[in-house]
């Protein structure tokens, strides 16, 4: 459970740098270089004090290629469309269902009726917090393609927790030990093709689009921003792909998808603090109350799990 809320942080932590990265270089470039960072990191890491490709690499490679590759874009196609708040919603309440009804189907864990409670406490307290006040108009195309992706991004973050428990299910059959950092970087190793792609479609297209590359002054125009931006790509990579995945990792070692990932969906309320320091963003009473909420179902599936 520590890892679980630990892995919360982190995420909000990289959710505030992601936003200022994606602000100014959007959000495929900034999802790739946040990815390709982390890679490097828990390369670092694997073939130091990790154990490289030790335990079930195979299943750790499924699982990042659908929660990092497919969540992730999705993910980043749906923010600019409806707006932050509104994807958040949509993913988070979307991802712990997902990944408890996945989970049923295909490993046969199943949740008892307090965990299932609890669960349901988290995600009302989270759909409390967030739903949106204002009355943004969206146009039918942009609402139809956000709810599509914020929902993709639900179910490939989800596949990817359980596909991750099944990785572990193996290792424990096997009678090995794989410490989390390892199978986060074999992880982020499935999760950076799809990014990679996106990334290289991108930039042919707007290169087609200019008629070539861009002029001497765009150019030193991105320099200059890449010159004030890269500490927050670096935090971003620090506390969402390399630690936050990790920390995941480990929560999903000993504790049920549909659990880690109901308290992983109390990140944008942990991000309400953090929004009001970083961009003065008032914090109202309705998503305090649902704040109060969903720390509520936390804690009460904290002592459904004591054992």
Excluded at 11 to 16: K, L
């Amino acid at each position: 459970m520590f890892a679980a809320l630990l892995t919360t942080l982190l995420f909000a932590t990289s959710a505030i740098c992601g936003y200022r990265t994606a602000k100014q270089i959007g959000g495929i470039e900034a999802n790739f270089w946040r990815i390709t960072l982390a890679t490097i990191f828990l390369t670092a890491w694997a073939f130091t004090f990790g154990a490289g490709f030790a335990g079930a690499p195979e299943w750790f490679m499924i699982s990042g290629l659908f929660g990092i590759g497919l969540g992730d874009t999705a993910y980043f196609q749906a923010l600019p469309r409806l707006g932050s708040r509104r994807t958040v919603l949509i993913m988070q309440c979307l991802t712990a269902p997902f990944a408890a009804l996945i989970e049923w189907l295909w490993l046969g864990t199943t949740l008892n009726w307090p965990e299932i409670f609890c669960v349901g406490v988290i995600l009302v307290g989270v759909g409390v917090a967030l739903a949106p006040e204002d009355h943004v108009k969206i146009s039918a195309r942009d609402w139809k393609i956000g709810l599509f992706a914020g929902a993709l991004a639900a179910l490939g973050q989800s596949l990817g927790a359980v596909i991750i428990r099944k990785g572990y299910a193996d290792i424990t059959a096997a009678g090995l030990h794989v410490d989390a950092g390892t199978t986060g970087y074999q992880r982020v190793l499935g999760g950076i093709l799809i990014p990679t792609i996106a990334l290289i479609l991108f930039k042919w297209r707007d290169a087609h689009v200019h008629g070539g590359w861009l002029e001497q002054k765009t150019r030193r125009v991105s320099l200059d921003k890449w010159a004030r931006l890269w500490p927050w790509v670096l935090a971003n990579a620090l506390a969402g792909q390399t630690l936050g995945v990790t920390c995941m990792q480990w929560a999903l070692k000993t504790t049920q998808a549909g659990i880690v990932t109901a308290i992983i969906a109390t990140t944008p309320l942990v991000l309400l603090p953090m929004t009001r320091i970083v961009e003065g963003e008032k914090i109202g009473l309705r998503p305090l109350i649902g704040a109060v909420v969903a720390v509520s179902g936390v804690i009460g599936l904290t002592f459904c799990r004591i054992k």
